[in-house]
C-alpha cells in the first residue's frame, strides 16, 4: 500500500524558513509526479509547487521566488524548501503524488499525504 509522510512543519516567524520533507512508501517502482498542495482555513485547497520525474515544475504565482521543490528520484522523496514566509503561507500542506507504478503495474491515482501544519505568525 503506497503511503506518504510529510515531515517539517511546524511554527516559524515571518521572514523565515522552514522545510518540508515528503518520503513515499510502498513496494514503488517509480513516481512521474510529486509536489505540495496546501489548504487554508476559509480558502480552498491550492496548488504550492509540483515536479514530474523529468524535471518540469510549476509553483503558484504567489511563492514564486520563495518556495523550491526538489527531489530525491531513486528515494521517491519530494522537499519544499520555504523562505521568506509570509503569514498568508499558513496552512495544512499535504504531499501529492500521481502516476505511480507499482511492481510492475501503473496507477494513474491520486496519493495525498495526511498534512503537516505550518504556520507562520509573531
Known amino acids: 500500500q503506497v503511503q506518504l509522510v510529510e515531515s517539517g512543519g511546524g511554527l516559524v516567524q515571518p521572514g523565515g524558513s522552514l522545510r518540508l520533507s515528503c518520503a513515499a512508501s510502498g513496494n514503488i517502482d517509480s513516481i512521474n509526479v510529486m509536489g505540495w498542495y496546501r489548504h487554508a482555513p476559509g480558502r480552498e485547497r491550492e496548488l504550492v509547487a509540483i515536479?514530474?520525474?523529468?524535471?518540469?515544475?510549476n509553483y503558484a504565482d504567489s511563492v514564486k521566488g520563495r518556495f523550491t521543490i526538489s527531489r530525491d528520484i531513486a528515494r521517491n522523496t519530494v522537499v519544499l524548501q520555504m523562505s521568506s514566509l509570509k503569514p498568508e503561507d499558513t496552512a495544512v500542506y499535504y504531499c501529492?503524488?500521481?502516476?505511480?507504478?507499482?511492481?510492475?503495474?501503473?496507477?494513474?491515482?491520486?496519493?495525498w499525504g495526511k498534512g503537516t501544519l505550518v504556520t507562520v505568525s509573531l
Open positions: 501529492y503524488a500521481n502516476g505511480l507504478a507499482t511492481q510492475g503495474v501503473f496507477h494513474n491515482t491520486e496519493y
Open positions: 515536479m514530474t520525474r523529468v524535471g518540469p515544475t
